[in-house]
């Protein structure tokens, strides 16, 4: 991400409430900014400890695998993967990161729903499960084998992706699980 903008004040535009803070901004791609706030008379705040670390993260949109593990490269020389973020390239990353129970709770129902995968699909989902295999095949071609609008697909795999079926990997190409 590139540097775009800061800015400091030492009142608060909004209220007039005296405290020095700076505001910095980066150019996320895509028209997306990432925008921090340094608050230097303040105590360093840390991670929220109400809520479990697999919630906090950010996602970003790379255009394919080449570039995710360039942008890879470029956290871990600047440490903030070493200093504890994470990268997310599939949702098992994410999975892994749940509460043990959790994992549990996944695994006893990743063993009910396997017995008869097909019986536990509507038509649609069967008929976009049925597209797929253990070869990449992009999101375009599913769409023209199944005829189906794409908000209609994109609902579907994201149902079969968070069930377990399929897995999306980079290029926006999706595989068979099981």
């Given at each position: 991400?590139?540097?775009?903008?800061?800015?400091?004040?030492?009142?608060?535009?909004?209220?007039?409430?005296?405290?020095?803070?700076?505001?910095?901004?980066?150019?996320?791609?895509?028209?997306?900014?990432?925008?921090?706030?340094?608050?230097?008379?303040?105590?360093?705040?840390?991670?929220?400890?109400?809520?479990?670390?697999?919630?906090?993260?950010?996602?970003?949109?790379?255009?394919?695998?080449?570039?995710?593990?360039?942008?890879?490269?470029?956290?871990e020389a600047n440490e903030i993967i070493r200093d504890g973020a994470k990268l997310i390239q599939n949702i098992?990353?994410?999975?892994?990161?749940?509460?043990?129970?959790?994992?549990?709770?996944?695994?006893?129902?990743?063993?009910?729903?396997?017995?008869?995968?097909?019986?536990?699909?509507?038509?649609?989902?069967?008929?976009?499960?049925?597209?797929?295999?253990?070869?990449?095949?992009?999101r375009d071609e599913i769409q023209q084998n199944t005829k189906l609008e794409a908000d209609q697909l994109d609902?579907?795999?994201?149902?079969?992706?968070?069930?377990?079926?399929?897995?999306?990997?980079?290029?926006?190409?999706?595989?068979?699980?099981?």
């Amino acid at each position: 991400m590139d540097y775009t903008l800061a800015f400091a004040e030492n009142q608060v535009p909004s209220t007039h409430e005296p405290d020095p803070y700076m505001h910095v901004f980066l150019d996320a791609g895509n028209g997306n900014v990432l925008a921090f706030f340094e608050l230097p008379t303040k105590p360093e705040m840390g991670r929220d400890e109400k809520t479990p670390d697999w919630v906090q993260h950010l996602a970003l949109k790379v255009k394919n695998r080449d570039a995710l593990l360039e942008y890879k490269e470029h956290l871990e020389a600047n440490e903030i993967i070493r200093d504890g973020a994470k990268l997310i390239q599939n949702i098992q990353d994410i999975i892994d990161d749940f509460p043990e129970y959790i994992r549990v709770r996944l695994k006893e129902n990743f063993r009910k729903e396997s017995k008869n995968i097909q019986n536990s699909l509507d038509k649609i989902e069967t008929l976009v499960y049925d597209c797929l295999s253990c070869q990449a095949i992009s999101r375009d071609e599913i769409q023209q084998n199944t005829k189906l609008e794409a908000d209609q697909l994109d609902m579907v795999l994201l149902k079969l992706e968070l069930n377990g079926f399929v897995q999306r990997i980079p290029g926006n190409r999706y595989i068979k699980l099981r």
